[in-house]
């Protein structure tokens, strides 16, 4: 007999190997935005160039974790997980050693490529593995991770950029990402493919294409300027590719995304929302540092110790909400969390117009609590319409319509705040943001409204 089949791990023991490498995807995120300047710095490039060592990762993760969704539904998510995580961790460590910021933009969004898979797979192993009202629960400490490891990340990653050098963080990232591909091995479950099923290739191609296109326009509009050509061709081929893409869904045996699932008007409208919901979060949550350096005169590190109380208040409210969810209605969280959010962006740009620098703070850690409680709720509600052999393909679509509303939501309000030092921009702004959290939160509450209060179980 083989031994390894006598060993059933436990299902917080899955939670917690899986949650080591959602941490050690997220942690390093914000602490390497902030030491882009030294990056910059030590290769001898510009600022600009830099940031693309955050923005390539993003704009192709974005495209491709839908497919490598599909891909875990396949061939298996555990499988994908693994095969991700090995390869991503191989690449953290090359990455440490970019001789020049060329190669750390290829070696990065190379390692975020392989690591692509590693999401989707998670979220659906977890579905998998905690039924019905014990997914709130999983999710709220799939929120918590997600939000305090970046910030975390800062504290210890901070000190450790100033003390040895930038080329550190890929190092330990290496090291956490191996070490939980190790875990993962011997305690995830074997979750089988449907092999009966092909990879819709040309499905793949146009979203790619379409993603790609709108990302980058929206993305790059503020830089490039909305009547470059490459901005107006982004934003007429986008739409475009993804119109083919939904005629060759319809005509395809095995799509890469099942149309049925999207053409259910809630599900459509719950992912309408999660576009303008990270619209306005993300959106706010870059503006809030130009508010508080051109407003209040405050300094980077200033700004830093304000902004920490976002990420942390988000992950009290994941953690809250996977304890309290089961007792009401998942439209009242969902929606209740939204409006928090939306009361709270408001909030900080009126704190702007009356000079009142608490006001603004208490505010930004209010949204990131507004978000943190809605996440596990609107996650388990997606996983929830579909069926267990499109888990992969619904968790990796939903994370790419986040990313989407992202860039929007950063573009849109970067663009308009400008070079302005004016508060009543910033409150217009803010104002524009919540309003469009309201907005949202009203697509939430009416996608949901008929769910039932889920069950409460032990867990």
């Known amino acids: 007999m083989n031994s390894q089949k006598t060993y059933s791990p436990s299902r917080n023991t899955i939670l917690i190997v899986t949650l080591m490498g959602v941490a050690a995807t997220s942690f390093p995120v914000t602490v390497l935005s902030a030491s882009l300047p030294v990056v910059a710095e030590d290769l001898n490039t510009s600022d600009t160039t830099t940031a693309w060592v955050i923005i390539a990762p993003l704009l192709v993760v974005a495209v491709l974790t839908p497919m490598a969704g599909k891909l875990g539904d396949i061939y298996g998510h555990r499988r994908l997980y693994l095969i991700g995580f090995a390869g991503a961790g191989l690449l953290h460590f090359a990455t ?10 290829v070696l990065r969004t190379l390692s975020q490529v392989m690591a692509a898979p590693t999401g989707p797979a998670a979220l659906a192993i977890l579905m998998k593995v905690f039924p019905g009202p014990q997914r709130n629960r999983a999710m709220g400490w799939w929120g918590t991770v997600v939000a305090a490891s970046p910030a975390l990340g800062v504290v210890v990653g901070g000190a450790l950029v100033d003390a040895v050098g930038w080329q550190w963080i890929f190092v330990i990232q290496g090291v956490i990402t191996l070490a939980a591909a190790a875990a993962a091995s011997r305690v995830l479950p074997v979750t089988p493919g449907h092999h009966q099923r092909h990879f819709d290739v040309l499905g793949a191609v146009t979203l790619g294409l379409g993603v790609a296109a709108l990302l980058v326009a929206t993305n790059r509009g503020p830089h490039w300027g909305w009547t470059s050509p490459t901005i107006i061709g982004g934003l007429v081929l986008g739409p475009i590719f993804l119109y083919l893409f939904s005629q060759i869904e319809n005509r395809v045996k095995s799509p890469l995304i099942p149309l049925e699932i999207v053409r259910q008007p809630r599900v459509l409208m719950l992912f309408a929302s999660q576009t303008l919901h990270q619209a306005a979060y993300m959106g706010g949550f870059i503006v809030a540092p130009f508010l508080l350096e051109r407003i209040f005169g405050y300094s980077t590190a200033k700004i830093a110790l304000l902004m920490i109380g976002r990420p942390i208040a988000f992950a009290t409210g994941s953690a809250i909400s996977g304890r309290i969810s089961t007792r ?33 703070a208490v505010a930004m850690s209010a949204t990131g609590f507004g978000m943190g409680f809605g996440r596990p709720v609107i996650i388990t509600s997606i996983a929830d319409t579909v069926s267990d052999e499109d888990l992969g393909v619904a968790s990796g679509s939903f994370q790419m319509v986040v990313m989407l509303g992202a860039a929007i939501g950063i573009s849109t309000l970067t663009t308009i705040i400008g070079d302005s030092t004016s508060v009543d921009r910033f409150v217009f702004v803010f104002a524009l943001a919540a309003a469009t959290a309201t907005i949202a939160s009203a697509a939430a509450f009416l996608s949901l409204r008929d769910n039932p209060i889920p069950e409460s179980s032990e867990t």
């Open 96 to 105: 440490a050693l970019a001789p020049n910021v060329g190669w750390l933009i």
């Open 328 to 360: 009401y209605r998942p439209a009242v969280v969902v929606g209740g969390s939204m409006m928090i959010v939306a009361a709270s962006l408001f909030v900080t740009g009126l704190g702007g117009k009356v000079d009142m620098i608490v006001l603004v």
